[in-house]
């Protein structure tokens, strides 16, 4: 089954201690991305992915990190979390080829609460 | 830049009534129109989407939506409500052809009254 995944699907953690979420698709798509859901504020992209070790700033990517060594594999890695970091988080993918448009795939999302 | 609007942050249907969820963008071209429903605790699912040709779209769920060019929308809509649809529904647009990812609304929340 085509499918984005998403680890772990929720996270309590305290401010300070570093995680990682971790997304995979196995769609071989080359194009991924991360989002957060806020209330009120809808999804808004923090970092993307055009192809392996080619990561680029989304709308808000303050205090997150990405790194893409495998083109399945596109982790959020959060060096020092802070409370305002607590959200909803998406990840999705989509292929990138010329001549039309790529719908983006979603994964199931993870909630992080950082205390 | 690009963006969009949903006018309303909640909207609340019976169940049976018909449904409208508008939703305005901002954009120089005609941008790539999408509607994602968002049901409590899950992830997203795309409803429909417009790229090109005909300006009323079919998605699932019964849902259907027509761009308007003229007023830069492309409202919601469902002729019967079912309480299933009670969720929440965000309209988005993509300009670059994928690569530069979605521009999201604020969301819509439906609620349902029996």
């Known amino acids: 089954e085509a499918q984005v995944t998403q680890n772990p699907r929720y996270l309590i953690t305290v401010t300070g201690k570093k995680l990682t979420v971790t997304c995979s698709q196995n769609m071989n798509h080359e194009y991924m991305s991360w989002y957060r859901q806020d209330p009120g504020l809808g999804l808004r992209q923090i970092y993307y992915?055009?192809?392996?070790?080619?990561?680029d700033k989304g709308d808000v990517p303050e205090g997150y990190k990405v790194s893409r060594k495998e083109k399945r594999n596109f982790p959020l890695i959060l060096e020092s979390p802070s409370p305002n970091q607590t959200s909803l988080y998406f990840c999705a993918s989509s292929s990138i080829t010329s001549g039309g448009y790529n719908e983006q795939f979603f994964g199931p999302g993870t909630r992080l609460t950082v205390l | 830049a690009q963006s969009v609007t949903q006018p309303d942050i909640h909207i609340t249907v019976s169940e049976g009534a018909s449904l409208e969820l508008r939703c305005n963008y901002s954009?120089?071209?005609?941008?790539?129109l999408f509607w994602y429903v968002q049901s409590p605790g899950q992830g997203l699912q795309l409803l429909l989407k417009?790229?090109?040709?005909?300006?009323l779209v079919q998605g699932i769920k019964g849902f259907e939506a027509e761009f308007k060019r003229s007023q830069s929308s492309f409202n919601l809509r469902k002729p019967s409500v079912h309480w299933s649809d009670a969720a929440e529904y965000f309209c988005?647009?993509?300009?670059?052809?994928?690569?530069?990812?979605?521009?999201f609304g604020k969301g819509t929340h439906l609620i349902i009254q029996p």
């Open positions: 992915s055009m192809n392996v070790e080619v990561t």
């Open positions: 417009y790229f090109s040709g005909d300006t």
């Open positions: 988005a647009i993509d300009s670059g052809g994928g690569a530069d990812g979605l521009t």
């Open positions: 954009y120089g071209a005609t941008p790539y």
